[in-house]
């Protein structure tokens, strides 16, 4: 299977052309004369970064009306889309008038980092553990499910405080299946850290290959294991295993693996932007 079919549209910014190459191959883009492209993952409405509009420039003062309503006009015949996301081109992180527009009228302002790494600039950390025994997971139906199942459940685990447990394990499910049917195309791997005895997953994490670049997914240690050099491990032997030649990973810029995400040899290379404006509790 292509990693994107021909004719696709393609984003100009790294971070949202990777963002595509991660979504479910029954994904759907198209580009509109308004400026914007539309992204839409049909398997999983719920998915807030997989149903959006991504437009070219940022808001401008006014654009807020006029971007949802182009939002509710392409998702109108999905009634399980009760979402809102936008984002924008743009390398420097640039906001334009998102905070006038947006984050006053209840969205959530999301910041990226894009960093990037050639499969050669990828280094081992110096504590690095070197008592976990890393694995790639079978992506075939049945096979490995025990593992499968404890990377949800570490993913659950460190879910975002506002983000409701039983809704977020559906959610997952969902995405991993997106996944497992990419692996099964030979579109990359995930690849988990286990205990000595190869039973327990302490860490986790997939790359998505296209185009001969790899996209990081869901790095995840469980929280009783961090600071142990679990994901040092991880990421560069995955990285590795991975085949791609470009390596993306990104993150919020707040976040505290960023050092050592600079320490494996990865540099950032871009700033992105984009709002989401979350369904009602409950709804």
């Known amino acids: 299977m292509p990693a994107r079919s021909p004719g696709e549209p393609t984003p100009r910014t790294l971070v949202w052309a990777t963002d595509i190459d991660v979504l479910p191959a029954d994904r759907i883009l198209a580009r509109r ?15 807030y970064w997989g149903n959006l509009l991504l437009f070219d420039e940022p808001p401008a003062p006014g654009d807020g009306a006029r971007w949802t309503e182009a939002f509710a006009r392409e998702f109108a015949d999905e009634p399980l889309i009760t979402h809102r996301t936008f984002a924008w081109e743009g390398t420097l ?6 905070e006038e527009e947006f984050v006053a009228a209840g969205y959530l302002l999301e910041r990226t980092v894009g960093l990037v790494a050639s499969a050669g600039e990828l280094r081992a950390h110096r504590r690095e553990n070197r008592d976990v025994r890393v694995q790639t997971l079978d992506p075939a139906a049945g096979a490995d499910e025990d593992l499968w199942e404890q990377v949800i459940e570490l993913q659950v685990a460190g879910r975002d405080e506002r983000f409701e447990e ?6 997952l499910r969902s995405r991993q299946e997106g996944l497992r049917t990419l692996f ?8 988990v850290a286990l205990d000595e005895a190869g039973e327990e997953v302490l860490g986790s994490c997939g790359i998505v290959r296209a185009a001969g670049r790899g996209r990081f997914q869901a790095v995840d240690t469980a929280a009783a294991h961090r600071r142990r050099g679990i ?20 993150a ?8 050592l995400y600079e320490s494996l040899g990865f540099r950032a290379a871009e700033r992105v932007a984009g709002v989401c404006l979350e369904p009602p509790a409950g709804s």
């Open 33 to 47: 004369g308004e400026g914007y492209l539309l992204i839409r993952s049909p398997g999983n409405p719920g998915h």
């Open 93 to 98: 992180g640039e906001l334009g008038a998102a």
């Open 166 to 171: 039983r809704s977020q394990r559906a959610h």
């Open 184 to 191: 099964r195309a030979g579109r990359g791997a995930w690849y």
């Open 231 to 250: 994901c040092s491990r991880l990421l560069v032997e995955a990285a590795r295993r991975s085949g791609a030649e470009r390596l993306v990973i990104c």
């Open 252 to 259: 919020d810029p707040g976040y505290h693996a960023l050092g």
